[in-house]
C-alpha cells in the first residue's frame, strides 16, 4: 500500500508539472511556428490539424527528467526514492526523444519538409540507441531475462537477450510513431499500457520501476490535458520514439516483456497492419489490404470519427491491459 501511494503521488506531481506549464509552451510553440505539417495523402479531414504546435513530447520527457533526477539527488541525505536503475530508460527516454525532436525539426523546418529525417538515418539510430541501452539492461542493471506465466523462476535467454531486446526497444518505438496519428490516440494507448506495466512492477517489489512509470502516466496525463480532441498540440516524433522506446524498457526491466503484444495491443496491431499493407501491396503488385495504413486511418475512412476511432481504440487497450496484469500474476 505504501508503494502505491508514493507511485500515485508521483503521478499527480507529474501531470501537475506537465499541465502548469502547457500552457506557456504551447505559446512558445506558437511564436516560433512550430507547427505540424500534415501529409496530402493522408484523409482530408486532417488538414484542419495543419499548423498545429508539434513537438509536444517536451512536455512530457522534461517533467519527467526533473522529477527523476532531483529526487534521485534526495537520496544524498539518506532518502531513497530511486534506485540507479531508473537512469536507463531515463537516458532511453531522453535519447529517443532527442532523435524525434531532429525529425520533428527536419519535417517543419530541414530541406525535408513534411517528411523528417531519412528512413534508413532514423532507424540506424535507432538500432545503435536500442543496442546500447539492452546491453546496460543486460550488464549494468541485470534484469531478469524472461518470466513465463506459470514459472515461478528466471529463464535465461544469453546469449539471445541483447539483440532480443534491442528488437523489443526499436519495434515499439516504431510501434508508438505509428499509432500518434489522431488526437489523444498515442497519449492514451501509452498511459494505460505503462500503468499495467507499473502496477506489474509494484506486485513484483519492483520500486524504482514502479515509480518511474507512473511519474511517466502523470506526465502524458498533463500532455493529454492540451492533446484532447481537437488538439491545441501534437506529441510529433519528439513523444512518440520516447514513449514507446521506454514502455519497451519497462517491459524488459520487469521481466514480463512477453506480455506486450497483449498489454501493447493497439501500437503492435498498428505496426503489423503497416508491414501487412506493405507486403500486400508488394505481393499483389498495386492492391491493398486495407484503405490505408496504419490501422487507425482504415477505419477512420470507413466512417468513424475520430473519437470514435480513439475512444474504441483505448477500450481494447484497457481491456487487453487489464488481461496482461492477470497473465502475469498466473
Known sequence: MKET?????????????AVIWGGPFIRMLKHFKIGKLIRLEGP????????????????IILPVLFITVLLNFVSLVGVNLFGNEVF?????????????????????????KQLGMRARTKFAFQVIFAVAIALLLRYYVGVPQLFWPGVNQVIRL????????????????NAVNFTDGLDGLAGLITATALAAYGGIA????QDTVARFCFTLVGALFGFLWFNVHPAALIMGDTGSLAIGAVLAVIALMTGQWMLIPIIAIIPVSEAVSVILQIGYFKLTKGKRLFKMAPLHH???LLGWSETQ?????????LLFAIIGIAVALA
Open 202 to 205: 509494484i506486485m513484483q517489489g
Open 44 to 59: 482530408k479531414r486532417h488538414m484542419t490539424k495543419m499548423g498545429t504546435p508539434t513537438m509536444g513530447g517536451l512536455m
Open 158 to 173: 544469453d546469449p539471445f537477450y541483447v539483440p532480443i531486446a534491442a528488437f523489443m526497444i526499436v519495434g515499439m518505438s
Open 5 to 17: 501511494s508514493m507511485a500515485l503521488s508521483l503521478s499527480l506531481i507529474g501531470f501537475v508539472m
Open 298 to 300: 482504415h477505419f477512420e
Open 309 to 317: 476511432v480513439v475512444q474504441r481504440f483505448w477500450l481494447i487497450g
Open 88 to 112: 536507463v530508460p531515463l537516458i532511453t527516454l531522453v535519447l529517443f526523444g532527442i532523435l524525434g525532436a531532429i525529425d520533428d525539426w527536419e519535417g517543419i523546418r530541414g530541406p525535408r
